[in-house]
């Protein structure tokens, strides 16, 4: 078998020119990763040489050169004619004798423990997974092969394969010879990921290209149907230093649809192999992998990324027999690795419109044009340049036609699907997973966003929008420390890549909203709650131990995923502060929440958690950044208490923190206070008795110090942080905390909405400001013009 047939065990990268990336890969993990605990499915692989002999002993690869000469692959129409010649005559070819004997001797060989097994037979181009060409997904994949002559067939499928439309059209893009790429067949044994779960992950966020995270997607049933699309699967966030450090590392857990899910058939012809079955109501609520899989998945893509020394893609299933982990394929990531960091684009909507549709974003770009909704590719003649496309979901040979679109809007698919991957490689928007996209009507304006987080909106009409770019070669020193207001963890990685001294401000209240958005006292109290309000929860709580353990973890993965992000910078978490309308607004709420006048003054704050009504509620705010700064090791997180009117909530509060395990100094924790209160200017010295510096919170200073109401339009023309009396209350302040050594920093737009006011912070030298994103390079850039401060 030295020519034509090859063992994976018997492979390694250097073997790429004879079996391609797929098959290397597969190789190079067996040989030389399984004694790490990377368990790769055994198999055989036939070579290049196999291929070309198949077409060119009878004159076949001529006749196909011949036919792709000169072939326009932006005329769609003609690209799919020739492909489907070219693959017709391509599995109606024989394989020479001496080839065919190979295949069934390894066959034999492969199948001798167990005659019933089933096989993968699978492409693996000879410039398939380099580092700089995706041609991942190109070509046929077939699975629960059984018997050699199904083999064989599905063999000859995956040489055709190589001329599909999308294949071709890439070659040509992307100047590869038809000719010199060659295709080799692996067949590999089945995992019974059928009756268990499958799935991708990459070792790198694949939106931000943040490389701290391994990110993994899981569904029941054979992991094709994550990487067609047909599926919304589960999703995951491992945090790679706690992994090393041997701590729990899971940032965030998101639960996918997961409707339906592809099966074995008992049907033994090519192609009808698999099919599609519905996934009951109930298994669609759970996680499809528990904490310890996930975290062992991750470990495996860190010794795969370790061993390549490069982010990597990686299949991956679960034998629901033997309930093992394995690895099924393991290729370069593509996309994002080859990005610079010393630019960064950033799309921005100009207003919000009506939603249509919303589903996951895929990029961080917008685009706008016509609703063209497709339900086969034999449409693509309709499809003209700028329209967006819409369809269920797409497969490879959709790519022509995506190239042309605007942006890309799907039913079905998750954020390592074909369509997503492509839209990716393509820097197209797209918005996958919706659910309904194929009911907008065709022809219709629309907007589509994926610069709004992890969310991807389609909005009605055409929105405006500009595009950022901004280099990040060489900020200039400003003897300040800039931070950032990040309010949900969704773009925390995407705005780790700004310039940054860390989060000034992390709202709790936002990511409880986002991320859990019920009242607490509705999870502690879920025993007694009126229906349907019970069951409504019971759905939102069903993945979860109990609904406080939902609480605790929701809040806990949104807090650690910001510190994650911009470790070992600090991140600055402000415990909740909902006033009583927004906490009634929470699902349940209005059970809870007292009717106040003027909530802005009311129960809110350090008097909210010392209440005793509040104190069970406070307490899960505290097991969930206890967990995540002693048990995940993320101590960069510091804690922020806002609204402390009197002394003795400070004392009160510091203590209550105490009471829940949060002790100021015990692993280096530091707790700050919402410098907000004309109090807190007046008494500086005294609350910095209790507290490790001032954040000060320039909107209720200023409005509380002029006894405004910054809601109000009628006095909102008098609302201004420069004003005399307002600054003086800083400067009681910033010298406090200056006198005593503590951290002194201002969150808020009055430095970056005001030059003056940002040049006489630094005069009182301030020592961080803390900004909204969007401003941080703009200040950064403006601050540098002014005279610095001896």
Known sequence: MADQVRWFAELGLADLDQVGGKNASLGEMISKLSELGIRVPDGFATTAEAYRRFLGDTGLADKINSQLAGLDTDDVMKLAE??????????AQPFPPDLQAEIRAAYERLAVDNPEASFAVRSSATAEDLPDASFAGQQETFLNIRGIDAVLTAIREVFASLYNDRAIAYRVHHAFEHEA????AGVQRMVRSDVGVSGVMFTMDTESGFDDAVFITASYGLGEAVVQGAV?????????????AGRPAILKRGIGSKATKMVYTADLEVGRTTEFVDVSEQEQRLLSLTDAEVEELARQALTIESHYGRPMDIEWGKDGVDGQLYILQARPETVQSRRSGMAMQR????????????G?????KIGAGPVRVLESIEQMHAFVPGDVLVADMTDPDWEPIMKRASAIVTNRGGRTCHAAIIARELGIPAVV?????TSLIDGRPVTVSCAEGDAGFVYDGILQFSVEETSLAAMPDIGVKIMMNVGTPDQAFAFSRLPNAGIGLARLEFIINRQIGIHPKALLEFDTLPEPLKTQVGEAVAAYPSPRDYFVTRVAEGVATLAAAFAPHPVIVRMSDFKSNEYANLLGGELYEPHEENPMIGYRGASRYLSPDFADCFAMECDALRYVRDTMGLSNVKIMIPFVRTLTEAEGVIDLLAANDLRRGENDLEVVMMCEVPSNAVLADQFLDHFDGFSIGSN????LTLGLDRDSALVAAGFDERDPAVKHMLSLAITACKKRGKYIGICGQGPSDHPDLAEWLLQQGIESMSLNPDTVVDTW???SKLPRVP
């Open 360 to 364: 996951r974003a895929i990029g961080q």
């Open 347 to 358: 799309y921005r909507l100009g207003s919000r419109g009506t939603v249509l549709v919303e």
């Open 181 to 184: 790429v060659a295709l080799s």
């Open 433 to 437: 997973g919706t659910g309904s996209a």
């Open 781 to 783: 850039l403006q601050l």
């Open 232 to 244: 919304n699967p589960d999703e995951f966030y491992v945090y790679k230093p706690a992994l090393r």
């Open 700 to 703: 209720d200073m200023t409005q």
């Open 82 to 91: 020739v492909g489907r010649k070219i693959r017709a005559a391509v599995v």
